[in-house]
């Protein structure tokens, strides 16, 4: 099990950049995918990014790709998500999520295990 807390969420411009965090507890971390989601208000928790165990293999939803990348320091037990430029569609709660199975979809909600709390992205137009 792990522990996920998010950060970096925040206020800004249209065409502007956050980078968010997510930390994670324990000395397993490198054995999990891991994920980012968000969700708007009104839709549902939708895929946004996803990357390996080692970092190796990075996904993308195609609304953001170009634009947001995601990257993990494993040494750090922490995951990023930069997000450049940014849109109002992009204003959502942002949640990290972490996957233990293998051989499963990576973007798919019900594949992760663990969930963070969430962090506000809010892009003004």
């Known amino acids: 099990q792990v522990q996920l807390v998010e950060s970096g969420g925040g206020l800004v411009q249209t065409g502007g950049s956050l980078r968010l965090s997510c930390a994670a507890s324990?000395?397993?971390?490198?054995?999990?995918?891991m994920g980012w989601f968000r969700q708007a208000p009104g839709k549902e928790r939708e895929f946004v990014s996803a990357i390996s165990r080692r970092g190796g293999f990075t996904y993308y939803t195609d609304s953001v790709k170009g634009r947001f990348t995601i990257s993990r320091d494993n040494a750090k037990n922490t995951v990023y998500l930069q997000m450049n430029s940014l849109k109002p569609e992009d204003t959502a709660v942002y949640y990290c999520?972490?996957?233990?199975?293998?051989?499963?979809?990576?973007?798919?909600?019900?594949?992760?295990?663990?969930w963070g709390q969430g962090t506000q992205v809010t892009v003004s137009s």
């Open positions: 324990g000395r397993t971390f490198s054995s999990y995918d």
């Open positions: 999520a972490a996957k233990s199975r293998i051989n499963i979809a990576m973007d798919l909600r019900a594949s992760y295990d663990f």
